[in-house]
């Protein structure tokens, strides 16, 4: 069992600014991910062009399969995504996991 990566990529909302996604994340970190035993890591860092990615090591693809089920039923989840362009999300489609080969 390898852990793996996920880098969820973000747009903001209409009308909504980086202090929003800020607040959100916080909320987001706090009251979800903070208990999700499967969650190593998360970082949210903002790419050149203004974008962000929210980046997030599980400890194993099943844990991330099991938070990303989790995350459609939680209030901290449906916030922080509130702040979010979904407008190109496909809830059907697995986004981009990347296995590690090593760690330092």
């Known amino acids: 069992m390898s852990p793996v ?3 969820a990529p973000i747009k ?3 009308g909504k600014t980086e202090a929003d996604l800020l607040a959100a994340s916080a909320v987001f970190q ?3 991910v903070a208990n999700e035993e499967g969650v190593l890591r998360r970082q949210l860092v ?3 062009d203004g974008t962000y990615l929210d980046i997030v090591q599980f400890r194993s693809h099943e844990d991330y ?3 990303v089920k989790k995350e ?3 209030p901290a989840c449906a916030m922080f995504f509130s702040v979010m362009d979904l407008s190109d999300f496909d809830p059907e489609a697995e986004m981009d996991v990347y296995v590690s080969l090593e760690t330092h």
């Open 5 to 7: 990566t996920v880098l």
């Open 12 to 14: 903001l909302a209409e």
């Open 65 to 67: 399969l099991d938070v």
């Open 30 to 32: 706090n009251e979800f």
């Open 72 to 74: 459609m039923e939680s």
């Open 46 to 48: 903002r790419k050149p």
